[in-house]
């Protein structure tokens, strides 16, 4: 099954905190169940929209006020939300963030 994690850190962390991710990137390679990853462009950066009637509403920034952001994020296959929870608690974000494991819709 395919795992999203969502890297959320506090924007006030230093970048130079995370720890060695590529570490992290070659012991999780190394079993083969990253897919995909990539960190994300700063919030001041992203667009929000949405639809209202036949209005386009576009905002800058993040759908929300939240104290941490989303910084990052990574595609795992992993036999079980368990081994996808376990390879999250090995991201070094995970020490001073969080790391959300959400599982693909299987409809």
Known sequence: MRYLLLVCVDPDIDPGEVGDI????AAIDRRGARLLGNQLEP???ARTVRVRGDALVA?????????????????LECDDLDTAVGLAALHPVARFGAIEVRGFWQG
């Open 22 to 25: 590529e570490e992290w990137f």
């Open 59 to 75: 905002t800058d920034g993040p759908f929300a006020e939240t104290k941490e952001l989303v910084a990052g994020f990574d595609v």
């Open 43 to 45: 919030p001041e950066r």
